[in-house]
């Protein structure tokens, strides 16, 4: 069978040496380097930097007032079945309870008080509502036992509690969180750019015909990443959150979130996730070379959701199981997306595979 006459610009990246993809590298990371140093320097304005402090805040305060309003629901629940004869509580009344609690957003806390010293305030603050001559009243007699004290329960709006919020222990603290602030905005700001950066390198190696497909990756990839890192941020924390404090419970120790350790974790989480979710790509680009095969995939499944575990228990900083799961599921979905992808975008023949 006569060969075909391959194209002209079959092998017009094939005279690039490796001196000059390694400069082409250096190009590239330079440029993405001053990006990402223009971006974060808009990320120092106060402003920008407040608010991104305040969002970052958000998924865990909102799992510190789940956290303590259940504990509120569970203490309050108690007390009210404690005052009816039989000791239980009817199921609507429990559920009334609950309800009040979270609808108003609201924490209990109990205190003892002496009644005669509350009887003896009330008197001289108001004599004619309490009677009693404030002028000739003695002073309340000092409780001699804990028997003397009535056990009150007072509600406070849980955001008034200072439990929710996060802490700073030590004084560079603030400073520190302003920095990463600044460089979260950074790296969102400049990513789009930093990813056109990283294709443009990679289809310096690439032919011309498939240079095209860098106008597709490029937005793909993005989006997975954004995708991860949204997956992260609004579905993952707060749920693992909850899973971690449920531990502070059962074993009776008091949370005390610091805002430096919170920000490392909350940094950490979403550019794992972001991160994890290019695997589609990756696949495709080993597919597209030539490394593995489409049966591969399919055959080794077992063995990539196996690896996919392994990973997704490296990349969570917390190491948790849950947050684990949380991470492995749609990277799971993911691998076989990337079957799928090579399957419909299929690597084109070489002009000489008829030979």
């Known amino acids: 069978m006569p060969l075909r006459k391959p194209d002209k610009d079959l092998f017009a990246n094939s005279t690039m040496t490796f001196g000059e993809h390694l400069e082409?590298?250096?190009?590239?990371?330079?440029?993405?380097?001053?990006?990402?140093?223009?971006?974060?320097?808009?990320?120092?304005?106060?402003?920008?930097?407040?608010?991104?402090?305040?969002?970052?805040?958000?998924?865990?305060?909102?799992?510190?007032a789940t956290y303590y309003e259940s504990d509120t629901t569970e203490r309050a629940q108690e007390i009210a079945a404690a005052q009816r004869p039989d000791g239980e509580l009817p199921p609507d009344e429990a559920d009334r309870i609950a309800r009040f609690i979270d609808e108003n957003h609201l924490l209990m806390e109990e205190v003892l008080v002496n009644p005669d010293w509350i009887l003896h305030e009330l008197r001289r603050h108001d004599p004619a509502r309490f009677g009693g001559d404030p002028a000739a009243a003695d002073a309340a007699p000092m409780p001699t036992s804990r028997e003397d004290l009535v056990p009150m329960l007072l509600f406070h709006p849980t955001?008034?509690?200072?439990?929710?919020?996060?802490?700073?222990?030590?004084?560079?603290?603030?400073?520190?969180?302003?920095?990463?602030?600044?460089?979260?905005?950074?790296?969102?700001?400049?990513?789009?750019?930093?990813f056109y950066q990283i294709w443009s390198f990679v289809a310096a190696g690439l032919y011309p015909?498939?240079?095209?497909?860098?106008?597709?990756f490029l937005p793909f990839s993005l989006g997975l990443f954004l995708a991860g890192a949204a997956l992260a941020f609004f579905f993952v924390f707060e749920p693992l959150l909850l899973f971690l404090f449920s531990f502070n419970r059962s074993l009776g120790i008091e949370t005390e979130p610091r805002i430096t350790e919170w920000m490392h974790f909350m940094l950490l989480m979403p550019l794992g996730f972001g991160v994890s979710f290019q695997l589609p790509l990756v696949m495709l680009f080993m597919e597209r070379i030539g490394v593995v095969t489409i049966s591969s995939y399919l055959k080794q499944w077992r063995i990539a959701v196996l690896v996919i575990f392994i990973a997704a228990m490296i990349l969570t900083p917390s190491s948790d199981p849950y947050s684990m799961l949380l991470m492995a599921f749609p990277l799971t979905a993911l691998y076989f997306g990337g079957v799928l992808l090579c399957k419909h975008m299929p690597r084109r023949r070489s002009p000489f595979d008829e030979a």
């Open 24 to 64: 082409e590298l250096r190009k590239c990371l330079w440029k993405s380097v001053v990006a990402l140093v223009v971006c974060t320097c808009i990320g120092l304005i106060p402003m920008v930097s407040g608010a991104v402090v305040a969002m970052v805040q958000t998924p865990l305060e909102h799992a510190l």
């Open 159 to 194: 955001g008034d509690d200072p439990r929710v919020r996060t802490k700073s222990l030590a004084v560079q603290e603030p400073f520190m969180i302003y920095v990463k602030a600044s460089l979260l905005v950074g790296v969102l700001l400049a990513s789009p750019y930093v």
């Open 209 to 216: 015909r498939e240079k095209h497909y860098v106008h597709v």
